[in-house]
């Protein structure tokens, strides 16, 4: 990952958490507009999955600088999110519905050069939880 991609993405991350609870909702009916066969994944009542989400997101975003420390962390929920039912195909999903809601929460401030680098970390994410899961 480049730099200026972790500091456009640190940035703009400041922007969503100010509204992490209205972020969280907006996720949600994101991933199941997109796939409604995901919503049996998630147990529990919704603003504290949505919650977690927020805190994981943010713990990941502020960890992007030390990559040592962030890999032992995605691994180990590549491995969890296999034993609840996550397949591979579901990360394009997430990441879709993730980019989603960071248009609609950015507004104009998620400009092609953010979504880009959003892209980009994502998708380092997603891959390394993707490896990890498998056996």
């Keep these: 990952m480049q730099q200026h991609s972790i500091t456009l993405v640190q940035d703009s991350w400041q922007k969503v958490a100010a509204i992490a ?6 996720f949600y009916q994101n991933l199941f507009d997109a796939d409604p066969s995901l919503k049996p994944l998630f147990k529990g009542a919704m603003p504290e999955q949505g919650k977690k989400l927020m805190q994981m997101i943010g713990a990941a975003v502020g960890k992007l ?6 890999v032992p962390i995605l691994q180990g929920l590549g491995k969890r ?5 996550v397949e591979d195909s579901h990360y394009q999903t997430v990441g879709a519905a993730l ?4 248009g609609q929460g950015l507004g104009a401030d998620f400009t092609e050069e953010v979504k880009n680098a959003w892209t980009a970390v994502y998708t380092v994410m997603a891959d390394v939880m993707v490896a990890a899961a498998k056996p």
Aim: charged share 15%; hydrophobic share 45%.
């Design 21 to 26: 609870p209205q972020a969280a909702e907006l």
């Design 65 to 70: 600088n030390d990559l040592p420390a962030l």
């Design 81 to 85: 999110h296999a034993g609840y039912g």
């Design 99 to 102: 980019l989603k809601t960071l």
